[in-house]
Structure formats: structure tokens, C-alpha cells
């Protein structure tokens, strides 16, 4: 499995502000990306695998809609996140 739990702490702990931290915009922000980028990888190989593609889109959208809700609350928390991540935007 590509995401277990040691991961996923991991993620938490570098976004977020400890590694239990999971309900916070920017440890979900990061996670979704780690998805997105491995659902992406896995695209590439298997293009014609709809069903994920529709699971990409849809993580794509959620991790769009917490970046404009971190953006609308406090542009310095989104702006960081952001450059940590390499985000275009």
C-alpha cells in the first residue's frame, strides 16, 4: 500500500502542527497532493483507467476548495503552504 499509517504521520507532522494533527487545512492540503501526485504517477502508466481519473479530478477539487477557503481566511498560512508544496498558484 503507497499510504500507510507511518506516511501519513509523517505528512502530519511536517504540515501540520504535530503529527496528530489531521483537521488542518494544511495537512489535509498536503495529503491530498501526495495522492494527487501518486494517482498522476499511476495515470501516466495506465491511461485508461477512468475510474481514477475521476478520483484524481475529484481530489484535484478538494484540494482546490481548502486552498481558496486557507486563502479567504489567512493568505500567509496559504501563501506558505504554497511554496512548501511547489504548487503553482
Request: aromatic share 8%; hydrophobic share 35%.
Amino acid at each position: 500500500m503507497y499510504l500507510d499509517a507511518a506516511k501519513k504521520q509523517e505528512i502530519f507532522g511536517q504540515y501540520g502542527k504535530s503529527n496528530t494533527d489531521t483537521g488542518s487545512a494544511e495537512s489535509q492540503i498536503a495529503l491530498f497532493s501526495y495522492r494527487i501526485s501518486h494517482l498522476t504517477e499511476h495515470l501516466k502508466k495506465n491511461r485508461k483507467d477512468y475510474s481514477t481519473e475521476r478520483a484524481l479530478t475529484m481530489l484535484v477539487g478538494k484540494r482546490r476548495a481548502l486552498l481558496n477557503y486557507l486563502k479567504d481566511r489567512d493568505i500567509n498560512r496559504y501563501r506558505a503552504i504554497v511554496k512548501a508544496l511547489g504548487l503553482r498558484k
